[in-house]
C-alpha cells in the first residue's frame, strides 16, 4: 500500500462529502441569494427575515434528501470497514 491508495480513500472521501452536502447547501444558498436581493429591493435590513426561510428551507431539504444523505455516508462507511483486511497485508 503506498501514498497513493491513501490519496485515492480522501480523495473519495471528499466526493462523498460534497454530495451529501450538496442537497442542503444549494436550496440554501439559493434562497439566501434570493432573499437579500428582496432585501436590499425593500430596504429591509432585518435579520430573521432572511434566517427563518432559510432555516425551514434546510429543514425541509433535509427532509426530503435525509435519508439519501445517510445512505450514502453509510455505504461508504461500510466501504471503509470493508477494506481494512486489505490494509492488513
Known amino acids: 500500500m503506498g501514498g497513493d491508495y491513501f490519496v ?6 471528499l466526493w462523498i ?4 452536502s450538496a442537497p442542503i447547501l444549494i436550496p440554501a444558498l439559493a434562497a439566501g441569494v434570493l432573499l437579500g436581493m428582496i432585501q436590499a429591493a425593500t430596504s429591509i435590513n432585518e435579520q430573521t427575515l432572511s ?7 434546510v429543514g425541509v431539504a433535509l427532509a426530503i434528501f435525509g435519508g439519501a444523505i445517510l445512505m450514502l455516508i453509510a455505504d461508504f462507511t ?4 470493508a ?4 490494509l492488513m497485508q
Do not use: H, N, S
Open 51 to 57: 434566517f427563518v426561510p432559510k432555516l425551514i428551507i
Open 17 to 20: 462529502l460534497a454530495l451529501a
Open 83 to 86: 477494506r481494512i483486511p486489505d
Open 8 to 13: 485515492g480513500v480522501a480523495q473519495q472521501a
Open 78 to 81: 461500510r466501504e471503509m470497514f
